[in-house]
């Protein structure tokens, strides 16, 4: 069994959005394995445990990650992962992967593929609401799909925006507020909002939203009116009603699992596509199990590992 | 991060069943988190995702383990299973543990359990079906509770049952057919069958049986005329239902879960027990996760770790 602490050099994004685009396709095709996640909650914060099966890739294994958002007080990230990879032919642990930066980096891949096959044009501009992790992954992700003609981002503290813009200086990028943020080709939400932030009459037609910051029962980021004039396109339909930006709207009444238009993976393997040039699309993505052993696959390829004993 | 590799002396089996006991008193007091188990199938066998939350030892995590019956031939155990544990307060993982002997131990220290409080009495003749690692660990967990004055042991392979009782040579050891071997005051099951093997009129009144094969649906060990004239306690309803000795009978409408008398949590707080001293009284074992927590939480205090950089 190795051990591969995540240091050294990253994954190549580009690997990694191809890697999780084809792992979406076979969750299209129903090639997979995977239950729903499975949430426990803890005093300060909670953890899900994500167990799958990936045939094509010959790979399986489950990924544990935490979000406790109290952690960067004490010096430590807010989510933090693991993922143990068991040979699909006996069952034996053969690695445990250090999995935070590859879940940031799986989920960024995730909103770039979504934004690949949904977004109404190749150069775009990008509306970023949020400033954390996963907005600079969605941003760095994106940006080997599209074109990133330019970046409107928004944050709750306008200080954390000016702070992105600096660290993303490769990119021309505004700090706005966030209706301004909204008036772009691609819009992504990365915030752990628990009520609706962005307002329905403030994104035009034509554009394409990811909506990544719903990942748990509770948490919210768009207008409900938004998502009923939009065609929304979820990750997986189990684990979007249960946790994403869905699950709100669908609780409350607002919305309904059958005006879900599909999943990415119906987008991928041309089931399913954006209606027309003026239609809004939103990808609602939850995080899948699939795509943790997806980059799994590469991170054990390409990293360096110490031997652990077992059994 | 530490790992435990699961070299060195193994836990003391007296305190892992106190620690065991203790885990379903707090099951019984509705005092855990506890999802079901989650099944992933993979070509030649499966494996089984068990998290949970026990605050009375502030521990939680995950174990994950696999049941491959063919790899016995290429040297391998057929079950072997990883807990991770994870601080409640930030999330972070901070054990890892081979907890493939741990499983046996834990498995062995709920029958041992369920027999102190449910056997008839307390110096017994025990009739042992299979003679695997779970064969052993039961009687093992089980001379701990009660005074054994003598094994009935049985296997489907006649040289198998000899061997195992030379290697349980401290105990009084007779190899005997399924039907003696039932002739006994505690009688325990550890095969994998998936039709009933033992007879309900082979057994007694006043009998205790520990059914610990059946842990995933289609297996059954017990006729299903043997479950309705007793009482049946199982470690977990929903896990029970789902994958215990109970699943196949519900299944096919020769039994209901509302006949199930309760959970062995409440025999063990004081809630449910034997009706008299001629009920037959079974315990229906699939094996819970706060099992695994409750062992974890001993293996990391006495076991030796190395550390792993983490994160």
Redesign the interface.
Known sequence: MQ?F???GPAPDQREVNRAVESAFADHGYGLV?M?PK??????????R?M???LPSLKI?G?K?V???PE?PK?G??TV?A?T?I?D??????VA?L?A?HLTDMRTGAAGAVAAKHLAPKKTVTLGVAGTGRQAVAQVRATAEELKIEKILIWSRNPRHAVEFARRMDVFDCTSVSLEKACDADVIVTTTPSRTPIIQSEWVHEGTHINAIGADAPGKEELDPALLKRSQVFVDDMAQATHSGEVNVPIAQGLYRPEDIAGTLGDVIIGKKQRESPDRITIFDSTGLAIQDLAIAAIAMRKGTA?D????
Chains 1, 2 share one sequence.
């Open positions: 051990y602490p995540g240091t394995q239950p499975v949430y426990v909650t803890l005093p300060g914060g909670d953890f445990t167990p799958a099966y399986s489950v544990i935490n979000v406790h952690n004490q430590l990230p933090m693991l143990v068991l699909i032919a006996t069952g034996k642990p445990i250090n935070t110490i652990l004993l077992f059994p």
